[in-house]
């Protein structure tokens, strides 16, 4: 059974850089099948696409967010990273890495609350 | 891009059925057959409970349907019990992005 974990730190100050990783487990990250993805969720609203990566490393990135994110992908750990610099309280959210077909965003992982604050 | 309208809220009595619709365009729900539906209750991540409109994953029970007309989706969910309480979102692949998602309907359990 495929499981994805994020981990990273909980609370991040204004103006630096978010940094998040997710550890790919019981599958291959390297599949040419799937795309890994950040999603997030800010307190009380809706999910927002931030971007995704192939393993072979072509990326999309959420146009409102390009500017600041970078995904990035470690295919010797079987691991994913998410980096979003210039952060504000907007950022405030549970972020979610996700494998992504086609099809749909079939597993998720459980989601870790970063917050933004001095 | 812009987000698939869906309702803020719908809700229903046990054993009732209800539907939330997610309208797009023709460049998302419209052109394509890849939306999916995903249930998300409080403090959990979302799951998918219907892929490529119609389409359930194993597990997901059937009282859970997709289908789609025009630039409109929707999920119905029959029997209605007290456990399809949550938030429920839809998705559609796009022209321009990879993933498109609706705003969420807060599904209510009289």
């Known amino acids: 059974q495929l499981q994805l974990q994020e981990s990273g730190p909980g609370l991040v100050n204004p103006s630096e850089t978010l940094s998040l990783t997710c550890t790919v487990s019981g599958g291959s990250i390297s599949s040419s099948s799937y795309h890994w993805v950040w999603i997030r969720q800010p307190p009380g609203k809706g999910l927002e696409w931030i971007g995704s990566i192939y393993y072979r490393g072509s990326t999309y990135y959420n146009p409102s967010l390009q500017s600041r994110v970078t995904v990035s992908v470690d295919t010797s750990r079987n691991q994913f990273s998410l980096k979003l610099s210039s952060v504000t309280a907007a950022d405030t959210a549970v972020y979610y890495c996700?494998?992504?077909?086609?099809?749909?965003?079939?597993?998720w992982g459980q989601g870790t609350l970063v917050t933004v604050s001095a | 891009q812009s987000a698939l309208t869906q309702p803020a809220s719908v809700s229903g009595s046990p054993g009732q059925s209800i539907t939330i619709s997610c309208t797009g365009t023709s460049s998302d729900v419209g052109g394509y057959n890849y939306v999916s539906w995903f249930q998300q209750h409080p403090g959990k991540a979302p799951r998918v409970v219907i892929y490529?409109?119609?389409y359930r994953p194993s597990g997901v029970s059937n009282r859970f349907s997709g289908s789609k007309s025009d630039n409109t989706a929707s999920l119905t969910i029959s029997g209605l019990q007290a456990e399809d309480e949550a938030d429920y979102y839809c998705?559609?692949?796009?022209?321009?992005?990879?993933?498109?998602f609706g705003g969420g309907t807060k599904l209510t359990v009289l």
């Open positions: 490529d409109v119609s």
């Open positions: 998705t559609s692949y796009t022209s321009s992005s990879p993933v498109v």
């Open positions: 996700a494998r992504w077909t086609v099809a749909t965003l079939d597993y």
